[in-house]
């Protein structure tokens, strides 16, 4: 049997919108330098991330301390940053950041019971049959576990430009990454998940908004029912044929979001 194939609870979107990019970026180890955006959203979950877990260790921050924790990852990202061509300077991104950030922890934090916070799940393997095994892995350092009516459900915070419309959290595209964490969270605690999974989504372009959205049957999706067929198993299919389909028509086929852009020979 061969080793298991990795795959990140965040990359299943990426997957079935270009396999052709999954594969670069995920089997091939192309990489991509991040843009501020995508810097944007990783600087606001750690601070809420900060806020939220101090609530649970019934040791609660302020905002202003958490806002340091902000600025402190915008001002040395984790991680390679490119700040060319984009219409987000690092001044800008400060203060949309403060701005959600401090409705956050006011508005949207106090709402919640959480559970688990950035919680380091261990890796689920599934057998997929024919020497198959696919891997989950994932740390649910966007997701927090909460109490609803005592029943535990997973909350996953998504920042971006279209992270909210018309009042209301989009859910599009990321309900199988809620589905796995789902998975990942029963796997690493024994605990069930009942609840429905949630996302609370930060706007980070035009006028900040903050929203949060209901996502019943993630974990269906991905594993599937008695009648229709789980992500994983399209994905085993895949993997199985070592075949990665490209998508041209993808909103994310550009060099800006594809490692593998400059030598694909299928977008226009």
Known sequence: MSDPIRVRASSWGRL????HAWEGAHLLGMYQA??????????????????DQARVDAAPVSVAEASDVLADVLREPPYEVSWAGEDLSPRQAMSIGQGLLGRYCTEIS????????ELATAPLTIDCGGGLQIELTGTMDRSRARIVDGAVGISDLKTGRNAVSQ????????????GTYELLFEHTTGQVVTAPGEIIGMKTSGAPEIAA?????????MVGTARQRGLIEFAAEMFRSGLF????????CH???CARWKACPYHD
């Open 255 to 257: 060099e800006r979001y």
């Open 245 to 252: 389909p490209p998508n041209p028509q993808s909103h994310a």
């Open 213 to 221: 959205a209901d996502v019943p049957n993630a974990r269906a999706l």
């Open 167 to 178: 009042g209301r959290a989009a859910t599009k595209g990321h309900v199988a990454q809620l």
């Open 34 to 51: 991040s843009g501020p955006r995508a810097l944007l959203g990783t600087a606001l979950h750690a601070a809420t991330a900060v806020f």
């Open 110 to 117: 106090p709402r919640y019971q959480f559970t688990a916070v």
């Open 16 to 19: 079935f919108d270009c396999a």
